[in-house]
């Protein structure tokens, strides 16, 4: 009778233990804000010929923006 209730106390004690830490973790991750993140413009120079035949580029359209 004494075994069972130490293995059941040592489940809720390890359950414990690991909700603390888990909750500890996830106010750590859930409050941090990203201040500078890097950020990369990838441009595919293919050329596109529309249906009245003009030429139409990626790149010449973000030129002129």
Do not use: C, D, H, R
């Not at 500078?36 to 529309?50: Q, R």
Request: glycine share 6%; hydrophobic share 55%; net charge positive.
């Amino acid at each position: 009778m004494l075994a069972q209730k130490t293995m059941w106390l040592g489940m809720v004690l390890v359950l414990i233990v690991l909700t603390v830490f888990g909750v500890a973790m996830m106010g750590s991750v859930l409050g941090s804000k990203p201040k500078e993140l890097p950020v990369a413009l990838v441009i595919l120079s293919y050329v596109k010929n529309s249906t009245n035949e003009t030429v139409i580029s990626l790149e010449t359209i973000l030129q002129t923006i």
